[in-house]
């Protein structure tokens, strides 16, 4: 029964996490162009860390980083300015649909792919059922226009999502050493870092704080960015990786719901199917597990 609680925690956050992330377009609705885009992101990244220095301070949740552990640390942040910056490239010179549909297929295969190669994962014929279920969905929820003379950015947009993966995921080499606090105070720090230096070097016009709607959104970023990379830490440390992609894209089915709650967005019969066939690529796998596991309790 620990292993199926293990799953259960894992799969409720990244559930979560899913969630949160479908609020996304909302604030970033909400916040616009009122910043420059990399000092937005320094912004967001100094209030996370103070927010994890204070935790780490009064809960004394420190461990000395181990010499052979920094490689993923590092690789982690250099993976999430990445993808960060390629997508928004690519959704910049294409149209949005096409860019979701190319990211999140990228970050389902890079899921598949690192949970093979990287923690010896089996892609049985059920997790092969769910990944062909999850594309149909992004499929029927995203209208996908290839175009061949911007194909360069379709491939920007798939490489986003397969470099997001390694950001989800790379963490759970370590997980079981270090809080998902620490790692994610040093991930947030190190983001910081280079999110400011590009800021500086690209000369952008920095706002000064004061109560307003932009700066008010930019905080509640900020604070769903620790949230978030807490829930993703104690996702993929509890649940393979390979599953845990397949529900990270419940973020897609989330956002369709927040959107037609929020903005009576309307929903078109293929995009409900979509979700719905998403929701089941993400459970597929799960409910297998579950199944095995009862078996083998017996």
């Not at 419940?250 to 709650?261: H, N």
């Amino acid at each position: 029964m620990t292993i199926m609680k293990n799953t259960y925690i894992g799969f409720g956050s990244l559930l979560m996490t899913g969630f949160l992330y479908g609020l996304f377009a909302i604030l970033v609705r909400t916040v616009g162009f009122e910043f420059p885009i990399f000092f937005q992101m320094w912004t967001r990244n100094i209030i996370g860390t103070l927010i994890l220095l204070a935790f780490i301070v009064f809960g004394h949740d420190w461990i000395k980083v181990r010499k052979q552990d920094y490689i993923w640390l590092v690789l982690r942040t250099i993976a999430g300015i990445f993808a960060y910056i390629t997508s928004y490239i690519a959704f910049f010179y294409i149209q949005i649909g096409t860019a979701y549909f190319a990211y999140y297929c990228g970050s389902v295969f890079g899921g598949y792919l690192i949970g093979k190669f990287l923690f010896k994962e089996k892609i049985t014929l059920i997790k092969i059922i769910a990944l062909i279920l999850s594309i149909i969905g992004l499929f029927f929820i995203y209208s996908f226009n290839l175009e061949t003379n911007k194909s360069i950015y379709i491939l920007i947009a798939l490489s986003s999502g397969l470099v997001a993966s390694v950001w989800d995921i790379f963490s759970k080499k370590i997980s079981h050493i270090y809080s998902a606090t620490q790692l994610n105070f040093i991930d947030f720090g190190l983001f910081f870092i280079f999110t400011f230096i590009i800021s500086i070097t690209l000369k952008e016009t920095w706002v000064m704080p004061e109560l307003s709607t932009p700066w008010v959104v930019n905080a509640i970023f900020g604070v769903i960015y620790v949230i978030c990379g807490q829930l993703i830490i104690y996702g993929f440390k509890y649940l393979d990786a390979q599953i845990g992609s397949l529900v990270m894209l419940m973020d897609a089915v989330f956002g369709i719901i927040l959107g037609y709650l929020i903005y009576r967005e309307t929903l078109s019969l293929m995009t409900l199917l979509g979700g719905i066939l998403i929701f089941t690529a993400t459970i597929l796998p799960i409910v297998k597990f579950k199944k095995i596991d009862i078996i083998t309790s017996s």
